[in-house]
């Protein structure tokens, strides 16, 4: 286990279509982070696992995004009815501990783009 | 709430150059400081961390010392490479007290870096 992987690196999907990321975390890390990040900022957090429990959601996460984490492995997030303003790259972050020394692993992201 | 500010980009330098990249926070409780680079077409990396005031956080030649009093995190090399050039990130997370846990990262907005031969 080499780091986190997300899957695909790349998704181009029409508006009003559903698209579905996946993320496997470093298996030992029992917390696992969602964040977006668009052209020219930095990333913002999305919503935080532990384990299989979803703890913190953004304001950003609107009811047309959902995440899951099945059996606290690896996590899907997804979005309903894309539109154009969801393009970015969404990233795919876990980390092994609660204390706050403790950087956050991040994967290559997926890169989202709503035609 | 809690917000990272960084000095805006791009910022080109010759190759041998010092690099500054200045970033100043605004936090509760008892931040942890990071400093993660993005290299093109990767995923964020870890460069340094620090967890208390008055740590040095260091790796690959960079060095950042966390100042309370100031509030500020800066990024400083002696001397920079051509494969130093991405984006730099300062980030804050922010536990909620001095035993608590820690949770999301709070970035700012990145500085991008190109250094030239």
């Known amino acids: 286990d080499t780091g986190v992987s997300q899957d695909p690196r790349h998704k181009i999907t029409k508006r009003g279509q559903n698209v579905t990321f996946r993320c496997d975390p470093i298996?030992?890390?029992?917390?696992l982070y969602w964040y977006r990040q668009t052209l020219g900022q930095g990333p913002e957090f999305l919503t935080y696992?532990?384990?299989?429990?979803?703890?913190?959601k953004s304001r950003l996460l609107s009811n047309r995004f959902s995440a899951e984490r099945p059996k606290g492995s690896f996590s899907t997030l997804e979005i309903q009815r894309t539109e154009q303003g969801d393009s970015a790259m969404y990233l795919c972050?876990?980390?092994?501990?609660?204390?706050?020394?403790?950087?956050?692993?991040f994967g290559s992201g997926t890169r989202l783009t709503v035609v | 709430g809690n917000s990272v500010t960084q000095m805006e980009g791009p910022v080109t330098l010759s190759e041998e150059a010092f690099l500054t990249i200045n970033c100043t926070y605004t936090?509760?409780?008892?931040?942890?400081l990071f400093w993660y680079v993005q290299y093109p077409g990767e995923g964020l990396q870890l460069l340094l961390k620090?967890?208390?005031?008055?740590d040095k956080g260091s790796n690959k030649g960079f060095e950042a010392t966390y100042r309370k009093e100031t509030t500020s995190f800066h990024l400083e090399k002696g001397s920079v490479q051509v494969s130093d050039s991405a984006v730099y990130f300062c980030?804050?997370?922010?536990?909620?007290?001095?035993?608590?846990?820690?949770?999301?990262?709070?970035f700012g907005s990145g500085t991008q870096l190109t250094v030239l031969p």
């Open positions: 980030a804050l997370s922010a536990s909620s007290g001095p035993s608590g846990s820690a949770r999301q990262l709070t």
């Open positions: 620090a967890t208390k005031a008055d």
């Open positions: 298996s030992e890390h029992n917390r």
């Open positions: 936090a509760t409780g008892y931040p942890s």
């Open positions: 972050a876990s980390s092994p501990g609660q204390t706050p020394g403790y950087g956050y692993t």
């Open positions: 696992f532990q384990n299989e429990a979803q703890l913190e």
